[in-house]
């Protein structure tokens, strides 16, 4: 393998061939041209560090135009439009399954106690974020999936836009907004209590320390490398049972926030590659295009004839 | 360079004014074009090289991808020589369409440049 040949390769795959052939083919000529004239191990070490970084940088330029081509923006409009319509429905199916009828709600609860993960969506469920926390990383398959076989065969920096696009959602929904919820309903049900006794007692603040669900990023980073709470002061070593597993909790609850952003690149990677495969198959099957390996690099072939 | 006409206020007042519809061309590009026109054929790296600083290696392929969009450059691929390896080099020149822009952006500049209060 040459140098560059990995370069050439990312490119081709990810960038259109108008930018890789205009802009990136040259650079790497240049990068394999220089490496290949350089006296000493030191000025092939040079060539290989500017080659590189000029690649990069021209690398990025091609990502950009491409995501910001026309083509690309109807891409992420189709995918947005999919994108709403799915996580629109699975917020109607939340409302409807567990937060209309009692009944409906304690049997849709009972089966997801059942299944081993989805115990924990049920539990999202009990306080309205299951949509926020699971349906956004969820609709990315079906989004993309769906822009795809509308769009048909793209450059890849729209799909990976998308991706990216709805991953930051991702983070966003499940990091910030659903805790945000959780906090805004567990203040109202103690609001609803207190109101309740009517004074006859004192209820105490919420300590929110104690709920790593209730906390947005940064403080679930510090909650979950916090030392053990030493609460009372005479007793400098003792730690309350309460506090014995609470770093542990907010471990657990930022590795699941980390495994919803990988669920959400996934699911995106996925419903792109499944919508290309079947694109590429129906374009077969009408005779559009055939590809054919070409020196181990795969080549379209458009019409009957076999024209390139 | 090619032999400029002299300019009067008027023709600098329309070039001017025109110059919104009109290709414009940016520092960079006026920099590969003033190049490509002097010295003839150019690989990117010898216009880096020869550019003293304007040019940087990681953005002069953008910029000439860019210039022969707007039609001003062309290119072809070396011819490939015996027992080469890797990807040809292209070698870029400017088109009969991006000299004239180029210099009559050239005339415009100095024609600017000749009309600013000199001092003492």
Redesign the interface.
């Known amino acids: 393998m040459a140098v560059g040949d990995a370069l050439h390769r990312i490119g081709r795959n990810l960038c259109s061939c108008d930018l890789c052939g205009r802009v990136l083919e040259p650079v790497i000529a240049d990068l394999q041209h220089e490496y290949e004239h350089a006296d000493g191990a030191a000025e092939r070490f040079f060539a290989l560090l500017g080659g590189y970084a000029a690649f990069w940088r021209s690398f990025g330029w091609c990502l950009a135009r491409d995501a910001a081509a026309r083509e690309s923006r109807r891409y992420l409009g189709s995918a947005s439009v999919a994108f709403l319509i799915v996580v629109g429905t699975l917020a109607l199916s939340e409302i409807l399954f567990l937060h209309t009828l009692q009944g409906v709600r304690n049997v849709v609860l009972r089966v997801l106690s059942w299944i081993p993960y989805l115990s924990y969506i049920g539990w999202s469920a009990r306080i309205n974020t299951a949509t926020l926390t699971f349906g956004l990383p969820l609709a990315m398959l079906p989004a993309l999936l769906y822009a795809t076989r509308r769009r048909g065969i793209i450059t890849p920096s729209a799909a990976l836009l998308a991706i990216a696009l709805g991953t930051i959602l991702t983070t966003a929904s499940s990091g910030w907004i659903a805790p945000a919820v959780v906090r805004w309903s567990v203040v109202a049900e103690r609001d609803r209590f207190v109101v309740a006794l009517g004074g006859r007692r004192q209820v105490p603040p919420i300590d929110f320390d104690g709920c790593p669900d209730c906390r947005a990023w940064p403080d679930v980073i510090r909650g979950a490398r916090a030392p053990l709470k030493h609460r009372y002061p005479g007793y400098p070593t003792y730690v309350a049972p309460e506090d014995r597993g609470l770093p542990a909790w907010y471990r657990s609850v930022l590795r699941e926030r980390l495994l919803l952003i990988v669920f959400a690149i996934l699911a995106g990677l996925i419903g792109w590659r499944l919508g290309l495969a079947l694109e590429r198959r129906q374009a077969d099957d009408d005779g559009v295009f055939r590809t054919r390996d070409d020196g181990g690099r795969r080549v379209v072939v458009v019409g009957e004839d076999g024209e390139d | 360079m090619g032999v400029d006409s002299p300019l009067d206020l008027q023709n600098v007042r329309s070039i001017i004014s025109d110059v919104s519809g009109h290709p414009r061309i940016s520092r960079t590009e006026r920099a590969i074009l003033e190049l490509l026109v002097s010295e003839g054929e150019l ?3 010898q216009l880096v090289e020869r550019s003293r600083g304007v040019l940087k ?3 002069v ?2 910029t ?2 860019r210039m ?1 969009e707007k039609g001003f450059v062309e290119s072809r691929t070396e011819p490939p020589a015996p027992g ?7 070698l870029y020149r400017p088109t009969a369409y991006g000299v004239g822009v180029f210099r009559a952006w050239s005339r415009a500049a100095r024609a600017i440049a000749r009309l600013q209060p000199h001092e003492a």
């Not at chain 2, 080469?84 to 292209?90: E, H, K, T, Y």
């Open positions: 690989f990117g790296l290696r990681g953005t392929y953008v000439l991808g022969q080469a390896i890797g990807l040809p080099r292209r």
